[in-house]
DNA sequence: GTGAAAGCGCTAACAT
DNA sequence: ATGTTAGCGCTTTCAC
């Protein structure tokens, strides 16, 4: 370090012929290459970024002296000079959520081959936390910013306006995106449930959703979409929505719904039909169910959304609303790469997905 | 940028007075800030990194000129000139099992207060991959790697030994690791499992678990691992191995228990116990029972290993072997933090999370 | 407590 | 096809 450092102060940039000794013990850097190669660091860096205006024989040279030294590019640095990252900045509610891996896993799989990396946050659905976890990546100059939509904090919002990079909202659509979005309705996810119950003759219908903190910061928007769009179908068709219950803490699991069914059931000895604001919660309702020798759908309907694997197995299977999330990943990425290489307009993409009730054995016609 | 650049080259650092309408459109640098305020750039940049060598009334400047401009640091210049870049690579098979999301979790929880950031990459269960996501992870410099343990490929092993920074197993303990590790012993856990299926008096004890792929790339090892203890266990008791089945492909999930239960029930019809590589093949198994009207425990015992979620909501719930995951990502967490402020002997640590076997009612005595 | 100089490791732009 | 120059936006070091 301080031989290459006073060795600079002397000698110009490409003829620095600090001997290797000198380095033992770094990292070799760009100029080492092109010394043992014997070119320059210019093209050295193209044929590091497969620039196609390099001789083959020198090519080969220059490979030849990366694999010798062990040379791995440094990308901060090559960020600095090209002001491109390769970040792509991807904020989550959990990530112990598999449709939510699911969106990670599409988008890492198409961005992989345009060498971007994902650089990953999750905010356990506090709004709080997802401006932290934004101010924090905006550092690290991501070159489009990926989140789950609709509901920011003011401040949030206004860092993502502020910013110059696209700004894609996922998951839902918002009725005002920021810029972009791809997704689906949540609200008309709910209604659909709602519709599926009542056409289907039940009479009881109860709902079952997490309960935002008291501060009002964490809380599933996607989810109370959903119970809204809910519960606007049932007054749609002069039900009531008294049973439509938040309980507990964002996000929902199968514990969720075990504990919610004897509440659900206390209010209303009747009930014939749940719908669960996750398919994890419907199957805890529907494993409670089982405990409690209720017979599901013969005395109880179930129905959950997100169709996770784990409702295709139990007994009986689970109706569900489901989202094609991976989709949302891949078409996410495709968005994502005509706006990076500059070759789509400006103007804001609003992408739906849609969704789909499929129907399996945990809800009978009455 | 133009004008930016060539008042560059007469003015001094520091003296730059470039107006600030050329720098229209541009995200502010720190130089905007300090001439904003005042002051040099050494100071603001003592000021974002809160280095308390600032007289409060200069620092108020500061904040306030930064707050005007919102300004937000570049990570990437910062890391090159301090060669440290926050970043700590972690890289695991998939992202869709709760347990390493959990891992990611506890991490990321520990690092964020310390400033790092996680980068994530994921394998698919393939050293291929491996080796892939590494190399393009080095190039973003992380201060330290973190990874699923025990078998890399040979070029991968050798960037991992080449770098010069921390490097940490977790999820096993290897017998040669290659530096430090977190985690237990998956080969323990299987034994742990054959031992307490004898000890309740099976006599047709089965195991399922994934196949490796046919180039050997694709496999499960630590979930092998844990096959391997199993069978070394029943042999020890003078028991068969040979209803041990692998099927399939990593990971695997609830479509996999159910999947495998015909086949090892054809195999041997008086089957009566199932050990599952991972709860969510068991819990595919007592689905499958469940269906076949078989009685779980009375015919058929089963037990699965990962203490997920689902395990505890089934019906009958799921014996299974009990580790710490998210414990797992806040002890590596500690000791990342140790290596990183130097303040522990390079040393390597080997640390055991623990396992236990925990009953639950899905295996009866006989 | 604050500032000037130098340079981190790379690439854009412009030679040749 | 390859090389030279001049930074990218910060922080280190050392001076005052």
Known sequence: MRARRSSHRKLAADHDDTPLRARLGQRPTIR?????????????????RDLDLVLPATRERVNKAIANLGYVPDRAAGSLASRRTGFIALIL???????????AHGLTESLRQADYDLLIAYTEYSLEEEERQLKNLLAR???????TGAVHRRAAARLLLACDV?????????????????????????????????????????AVASASASDGDVIDHRGEERMRGFEDELRLHGRSTELVLRHGRAPVSYEHGAAVTPILLQREPRLDAVFAVSDLSAVGVVMECQRRRLQVPEQLSVMGFGDFEIGTQINPALTTVHVDFRALGQRTARLLLELLSGATSPRPSIIDVGLRVIERASVMSR
């Open 32 to 48: 080492d290459v092109s010394r043992l190669a014997g070119v320059s660091r210019m093209t050295v860096s193209r044929v590091i």
């Open 93 to 103: 509610p959990t990530l112990t959520n598999t449709n939510f891996a699911a969106v």
């Open 141 to 147: 100059r991501p070159e489009a910013i990926v989140l």
């Open 166 to 206: 696209p700004v894609i909202e996922i998951a839902d659509l918002p009725r005002h995106p920021l810029e972009h979005a791809v997704g689906f309705s949540n609200y008309q996810a709910g209604r659909a449930a709602a519709r599926y119950l009542i056409e289907r003759g039940h009479r009881h219908i109860g």
